[in-house]
């Protein structure tokens, strides 16, 4: 099994910036992808990006050119660099890792973007 854990959220008003981690521990030499999500109260989770194992990386549209997902698999830990964030950018974000055909969720961190 694999155990990720996010930090790195908080409040930052419109145009800032804020960076997440996700440290994952366990069977960290199963994981194939890890990657991020969110989700607001009343909404599904939704995909914003993932960092997959040869390096390749996806983004949900509205994120594109504002964040940015990166790996350091020496500590076991990606991040999310988030910029110009926007109001519509808040909800609780959750960091997930695949490994063996299953998928491990962290607690999530909440991100707020006042106006």
């Known amino acids: 099994q694999v155990q990720p854990v996010e930090s790195g959220g908080g409040l930052v008003q419109a145009g800032g910036s804020l960076k997440l981690s996700c440290a994952a521990s366990g069977s960290i030499s199963t994981i194939n992808a890890m990657g991020w999500y969110r989700q607001v109260p009343g909404k599904q989770r939704e995909f914003v990006a993932v960092?997959?194992?040869?390096?390749?990386?996806t983004y949900t549209d509205s994120v594109k050119g504002r964040f940015t997902v990166s790996r350091d698999n020496a500590i076991n830990t990606v991040y999310l660099q988030m910029n110009s964030l926007k109001p519509e950018d808040t909800g609780v974000y959750y960091c997930n890792a695949w490994a063996l055909g299953a998928i491990y969720w962290g607690q999530g961190t909440q991100v707020t973007v006042s106006s």
């Open positions: 960092k997959n194992s040869d390096g390749s990386t």
